[in-house]
């Protein structure tokens, strides 16, 4: 273990001084901020008229509109062409109404008093469950039943829903978790990790680090340990800087919020309404195991559970750089490995390809259950890990055969 850890502090003090690494830290920084802003900027965009002083605005024009069209049909003679001025006073009504009835939920979420705009969601999430479960509705029945729980969450714990149009920094988190662990991450990855044996290899310092005291075992597990603990650094780095620019311009509201996890679905095929076409499978949500827990929580799981993926990625990047002599090569494979993974992904799209370590990069699909909805097959939270526990080990044993084994001081 003293000659481990020696090689390890070795390699550390060797890739700390490799410009590789602080690279990958600079483009993530930079991406991330870029992201981060134009996400936001979109963001603002987007809920400019649902903020409550729009809302009032809203129903001002809405208002104004219903009186124009009353009098067009109080005078015939100036109702525009082509336009029934009944058909349009009654849409403006409903209109008014539904505008005034969002305006006053929102006043009363952002009060103390927002039980009972809760309590009016629950009725009416009840009644839809039972309108679904009347109608054969397998599937509207299910999702009626998650949103009862969330409801049910917020009363229970005390805990006022986020306005529907206002979007948290841990919601942004979610989607940037998703989004950078599909190519982002692992291509950041491949930049640290693909030269640590090929590029000794490519220069001729792997012969004066074999003819050291140490097996050719411990000196391959120390690079491992270290490309490791680099991608994992790394990770948490980047994971670090999305939080802290998210709650930068989103704020910290939202992070007692109820995240629903540990859903199972069943598959079923139902007829499409028209004749003509064929059936298709629905996706049928279960949430008899399923669990509640604060958005804080599901998003610091999501980090670790992205450290840990991105660790398989760490070790197959690892046996390229093995396999390959020259630093150029094993970068070229490693990027081409996990850009193709991706494409298939992204190509066959079905559960066919659960094997595929890409699918499980982010394991908060798996844990939700998105996964398995999206790829319609049983793909919990336990099979993301067996499938990239299994891709690891895969990649460690060539990796550990062919350094042992290989002539390298002869070439």
């Not at 870029?34 to 009032?56: C, M």
């Not at 990790?193 to 000794?200: F, L, Y």
């Not at 220069?203 to 050291?212: H, N, P, Q, W, Y």
Request: charged share 20%; proline share 4%; net charge neutral.
């Amino acid at each position: 273990m003293r000659e481990l850890g020696r090689v390890v502090a070795n390699e550390w003090m060797k890739l700390m001084r490799r410009r590789r690494l602080w690279i990958a830290v600079l483009l993530a920084g930079l991406a991330v901020c870029a992201w981060s802003a134009h996400s936001y900027k979109n963001y603002l965009h987007l809920v400019e008229w649902d903020l409550p002083e729009k809302l009032q605005l809203r129903i001002e024009q809405a208002e104004q509109e219903l009186k124009t069209w009353e009098k067009e049909l109080k005078n015939p003679d100036s109702s525009r062409e082509g336009e029934d001025p009944e058909e349009q006073i009654a849409g403006a009504k409903r209109e008014i109404a539904d505008l005034k009835q969002r305006l006053k939920e929102e006043q009363r979420l952002a009060s103390d008093d927002w039980q009972p705009v809760v309590r009016d969601w629950i009725a009416q999430t009840e009644r839809q469950m039972k309108e679904a479960a009347k109608v054969g509705d397998k599937a509207g029945e299910a999702m009626a039943q998650g949103r009862l729980m969330e409801l049910k969450y917020h009363l229970e714990n005390g805990v006022p829903p986020t306005p529907r149009w206002k979007k948290t920094a841990f919601q942004e988190m979610d989607d940037l978790i998703h989004l950078i662990s599909r190519v982002f991450l692992p291509m950041l990855v491949v930049i640290l990790v693909a030269d640590i044996v090929s590029g000794e290899t490519t220069a001729g310092t792997i012969r004066l680090l074999l003819i050291r005291p140490v097996s050719r075992a411990k000196i391959l597990c120390g690079k491992w340990v270290v490309s490791v603990l680099a991608t994992v650094l790394l990770t948490f780095i980047i994971f670090a800087l999305m939080f802290g620019v998210n709650a930068a311009l989103y704020g910290m509201d939202g992070w007692d919020q109820p995240k629903i996890v540990n859903v199972a679905y069943t598959f079923e095929k139902v007829d499409s309404p028209d004749s003509s076409a064929e059936p298709h499978t629905v996706s049928i949500p279960h949430y008899d195991r399923a669990a509640i827990v604060p958005m804080f929580a599901y998003i610091l799981s999501g980090g670790l559970f992205l450290a840990l993926a991105m660790i398989a990625v760490a070790t197959l990047v690892f046996l390229c750089s093995v396999l390959f002599r020259y630093s150029m090569i094993s970068t070229a494979v490693a990027f081409a490995m996990i850009i193709l993974g991706e494409i298939l992904y992204q190509t066959v799209n079905s559960g066919k390809i659960f094997w595929l370590y890409t699918v499980h990069l982010n394991l908060l699909n798996n844990w939700t259950g998105r996964l398995a909805a999206e790829l319609q097959a049983d793909l919990s939270l336990s099979t993301g890990w067996i499938v990239l526990g299994c891709w690891t080990l895969l990649a460690m044993i060539p990796a550990f055969l062919t350094f042992t084994r290989r002539d390298v001081l002869n070439h």
